[in-house]
């Protein structure tokens, strides 16, 4: 069942009901209610600082549970003439309209009569990782315990056997999306270490040892955070710190690799920080940013007479960063003579300056930077191959921003409080709307531009106040396509954004006026996404709705001969 579609959740919504004269809000014949996300993490910070982490997770755990039992009974209902798929497909569909998660199915095998069953799910915008990063930070081990038991409960509810599902992958442990596998009890070997947390357990007998944890888990948190001037603790933020912190104890030449905007002069920042060259001068020079015919005077300094206008003798970066270190951004911009010179000077560790016959010793930890390929500018010739050779000693690849999404909140909160001082003002922070933007948005800019956005929305929105979407993009972003309200009979419906009615209808008939064919959209569709995020296919699926696989299937299949 791979490349699974979702039938019309038009059934599903029809069935939610509003009666504000009473009180009530109904899902078929269930009572439900809306709840503040921000109060779904106060009771999980709350359970979780009390009881300790274990019996908070069995707590919310077992609640999920509860509530997945209940919507496979609804799914069983109101599908049961339909086939297999589509009638289990109901619990992820509800899933997304009760607002804890979006679901992509992945692939899904199931037959009730033999009981066999896989599914591989992909979860997006989960409350659960978000409200938990928001309290804690980043965490080791997956925290989406009340979806995972939503998933049980509904997927062994609707087996009719006990379907254990695990999370394998957590946007709160620093993944760009979650990622749930469920299979029988009986065939996962570690079954064990999870079916606890489906069981009923005395809360009282426990909470001292549980107290310990807690402690435990706040020394944990403590200890992982990385340099104050760096912020991450994402998957691939994480390793680019972790090679940073091990050249730090040594003298080996760094090259940082990224594109433009990710922080590349924060790394070597933190990592002359936490060298043992600390106590020295940090120097920092954008080969790019100046004249060819001054940069070899910048790097190693200038005798007095040596060219016309040289009135006095001045030392370059590299004495000035002597028993520091001297950090080169853009390198892959200097001219082949400086790149002849600065080869010598790694070799030798010594300088000349111009118009100077005299050698002079330095003590230079060099760091370099670049967001252009190397490789390639050595086989164009732009790039000396034995200068490459040097500093690729010990490549650090620094992700870009759209590869670390989960990091986005803490670069946030960095931000809202360095720019709340800088500009004397305070905001009560940023909207959960404005958040889900953020995370969808494809980052052309990298951190910087993240800076940009954050800082211009602080100027914008009001004192006291939240942060919208409008105070961060400076033009129109149309985010959500389509957008549910609730209609004059209660149920909900769909509506246009800005709220004009019949916008999909109108669209629709754009689309056929046109007279462009299904396969044809389809195409024109993906290269205008894969185009909005800048050549990323990860980016342009979560553009389009889908997964990166489902993406790929169908670019493979345009490609390949009828």
Known sequence: MNDIRYPQNNDLRSLVHFCAEKGLIWLDENRMILMHVAALAELRKEL?????????????????????????????????????????????QLHMLEGMVHVTPIELDCDIESGRFYGNFLWENSCEADVHVREYGHAEHPVCWMEIGYASGYTSAFMRRFI???????????????RIVGKPVEEWPDAAEHTPYYEADSIVGRMLELRSQVDALRASLERNLPRPNLIGASSGFRHAYTLIDKAAATQVTVLLLGETGVGKERFARALHEMSGRAAGPFVAINCAALPHDLIESELFGVEKGAFTGAQVSRMGKFERADGGTLFLDEIGELPL???????????????????????RKINVRLVAATNVDLQAAVKAGRFRSDLYYRLNVYPVVIPPLRERLSDIPLLIESMLQRFGALHGKRVAGITDKALRALKGYAWPGNIRELENMIERGMILAPQNEWIEIEHLFAGPQDFEAVRHGIDATGNLASE??????????????????????????????IQHAVKQSGGNLSGAARLLGITRPQLNYRLKKRESPV
Do not use: W
């Not at 695990?166 to 999306?177: F, I, M, R």
């Open 48 to 92: 979780i600082n009390s009881v300790g982490i274990d019996q908070a997770r069995r707590i919310l755990t077992r609640m999920g549970y509860a509530s997945g039992v209940r919507d496979a009974e609804l799914a069983k209902k109101i599908r049961s003439g339909m086939s297999l798929k589509d009638a289990f497909v109901v619990g992820p």
């Open 164 to 178: 254990l599902f695990k999370e394998v992958e957590c946007t709160a442990t620093g993944s760009n999306h979650c």
């Open 337 to 359: 003579a400086a790149q002849a010179k600065l080869l010598r000077v790694l070799q030798e560790g010594e300088i000349e300056r111009l118009g100077d016959e005299r050698t």
């Open 496 to 525: 246009a954004p800005g709220g004009s009615e019949g916008g999909i209808e109108a669209l629709c008939n754009q689309v056929i006026n046109t007279g462009i064919g299904l396969d044809d959209l389809e195409q024109v569709l």
